[in-house]
Nanobody, 117 residues
Framework: QVQLVESGGGLVQAGGSLRLSCAASGTIFGFNAMGWYRQAPGKQRELVAVISSGGSTNYADFVKGRFTISRDNAKNTVYLQMNSLKPEDTAVYYC???????????WGQGTQVTVSS
């Protein structure tokens, strides 16, 4: 079974930075694309950024230029560097492979990011 453990969230003021980490186990990490998602209360989960097995990246328009996704296949870890944070970035952040994102049991607990104004 795949296990995903997110960490690095916290409380930060607007304009600040955080670096999120996602450690994966139970799978061959380097074979899969990995994405960061977020969900705010009362809202749908949305894709924030994705990185392919080959390292190519794509970002949602609302984070482009502020967030950077990266991966270290040797450590089975994907990262999300978040700069210039805004209050609207407040959400629980999750990692997952897009191919499993439709499976409800595939999600971990996420990590809470709260940005104050």
């Amino acid at each position: 079974q795949v296990q995903l453990v997110e960490s690095g969230g916290g409380l930060v003021q607007a304009g600040g930075s955080l670096r999120l980490s996602c450690a994966a186990s139970g799978t061959i990490f380097g074979f899969n694309a990995m994405g960061w998602y977020r969900q705010a209360p009362g809202k749908q989960r949305e894709l924030v950024a994705v990185i392919s097995s080959g390292g190519s990246t794509n970002y949602a328009d609302f984070v482009k230029g502020r967030f950077t996704i990266s991966r270290d296949n040797a450590k089975n870890t994907v990262y999300l560097q978040m700069n210039s944070l805004k209050p609207e970035d407040t959400a629980v952040y999750y990692c997952n492979t897009p191919s499993r994102s439709g499976i409800s049991t595939s999600w971990g607990q996420g990590t809470q990011v709260t940005v104050s104004s």
